[in-house]
């Protein structure tokens, strides 16, 4: 069946240091692949999407590599920071069978002071 | 303008009784869906709305649960004869309507099933 999942459960880094979170998708049609950054109490917030016809889209602090080869999708965040602690989901759609997101199960981040 | 709101942030009802749970998008976004998030999970598709069209309902757990889209805009998820398995969050979001575009999420409605 179709999953999304994430390798880690909870990962913690340094203050400033680069964070990398990872996904892995099962589904080989999905072609559209987003991340949400999720705090305490709070809906999921849009941080960044990619297309299938991309590797790799940049935005501030953020950078979210696809390797469709593996299936796989990583989400990078420049000099973390103490307000990027929350919970990460990756989420992918397969456009051309519907409108519907496929969520993995979400990954803490803690950034350490 | 504003984000996608939900009401109530917090219901607190007892096993048996139904439940209401609304919606209001974004002004202007067409596309609107609601998930279910268990403790520490990942968000579960449950009915989306696009439009006119006739709502995919596939994500709906069983009979207990059905929305519905007023005019277009506000929705409603309702959840009759709770159960004590139907504790979570439920999530509203909505996005101008094509398949690529950005779903914004609203702050969710804590639901507790004594």
């Known amino acids: 069946g179709e999953s999304v999942g994430l390798h880690l459960p909870t990962l913690s880094v340094q203050e400033g240091d680069n964070s990398i979170i990872n996904c892995a998708y099962s589904n080989s049609a999905s072609d559209y692949f987003i991340w949400y950054k999720q705090e305490s109490g709070k809906g999921p917030q849009f941080i960044i999407d990619i297309r299938s016809n991309m590797d790799k889209r940049q935005g501030q602090r953020v950078t979210v590599l696809l390797n469709k080869t593996v299936k796989h999708l990583s989400l990078q965040i420049a000099a973390t920071q103490p307000g990027d602690s929350a919970v990460y989901f990756c989420?992918?759609?397969?456009?051309?069978?519907?409108?519907?997101?496929?969520f993995g199960k979400g990954i803490t981040l803690s950034v350490r002071p | 303008g504003a984000g996608v709101s939900q009401s109530p942030s917090n219901k607190v009802t007892e096993k048996g009784k139904d439940v209401e749970l609304r919606c209001d998008p974004i002004?202007?976004?067409?596309?609107l869906y609601w998930y279910r998030q268990s403790l520490g999970q990942g968000l579960e598709f449950l009915i989306y709305f696009q439009g006119n069209s006739a709502p995919d309902k596939s994500g709906l757990p069983s009979d207990r649960f059905s929305a519905e889209r007023t005019g277009g805009s506000v929705s409603t998820l309702t959840i009759q004869r709770t159960q004590q398995e139907d504790s979570a969050v439920y999530l509203c979001?909505?996005?101008?309507?094509?398949?690529?575009?950005?779903?914004?999420f609203g702050p969710g409605t804590r639901l507790l099933v004594l």
């Open positions: 979001a909505s996005s101008l309507g094509g398949a690529k575009e950005t779903q914004y």
């Open positions: 002004s202007g976004h067409t596309a």
């Open positions: 989420a992918e759609m397969d456009t051309g069978a519907n409108s519907k997101l496929t």
